[in-house]
């Protein structure tokens, strides 16, 4: 994108997190300083690319779990710009009665999801931050019949949220809220970033300090506490390839896991 199509109260600027990565996955919703820092990124962790390939081939084999098991609301909290395999094309794929409601607090995702999603049915885009899951659920409860069972997807976004925050509810605060608010039978599925090399890391936290959101990567324990309450689906909080992987060819040969992820269906 050209800086100068940044809508009123966005800095083309500073590296935003959403344009940063759908740099990664090869997408054209960028400006400059986006692209820049996501170099920089590569060059210190050139898996990322790959990463966030298998991070999306995560969310399609999930969906279509969560839609074959009978799931048909699902809220993708923190859904990014719109890519290839969408959550609801994924969905509507199997079963187009499925209720997609995309959550965002970025305005440029929200204004390219409307743009190209909204079109759709059975398809929302909400602008709301996570981080005031009281505001979230709300909004949330205008499409979501939290009597029924719901998915919440919480795909690469709580790793941008600290375990506590002056901007306001910390990651397992919020996952516990949308627990609490959700019938039997609802799901989470999670993928969150590691420290996968103590070495470059530093480097690569400093560069997402100066873009919009900074990192705060988990262990595999801390990542596996998003779940209590839970009972993760086999097979648990493995790397995204190694989730029930189905009989596409991996991505990349040289493709190591930069995170975690599973799938957790409360009882
Ligand atoms: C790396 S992208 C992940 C996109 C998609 N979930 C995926 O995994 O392919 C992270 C997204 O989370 C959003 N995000 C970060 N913090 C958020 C918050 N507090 N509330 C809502 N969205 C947030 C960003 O705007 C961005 O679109």
Redesign the pocket.
Known sequence: MDSQAAPDGVDPNVPN??RM?DYYLDGKDNFAADRAAAEQILKLFPETRDS?RE??AF?SRAVRHLVESGVRQIV??????P?QGNTHEVAHGIAPDTRVIY????PV?CAHGRALLADGENITIVQ????DPEKLLVALREHVDFDRPVAF?M???LH??PDESSDGAGAYEIVQRLYEASAPGSYLVL?HAIDAKPDTTPEALEIYNRA??ALSLRTHAEITRFFDGYELVEPGLVFPKDWRPDDQPLIGAESTSIGYSGVGRKP
């Open positions: 997190v959403a990565y966030a991070n999306r969310l993708d909290l923190g859904s990014g710009l890519t959550v965002d607090y970025d995702v709301a931050d996570a981080r997807l795909l690469a976004i941008f949220i993928s919009t959101a």
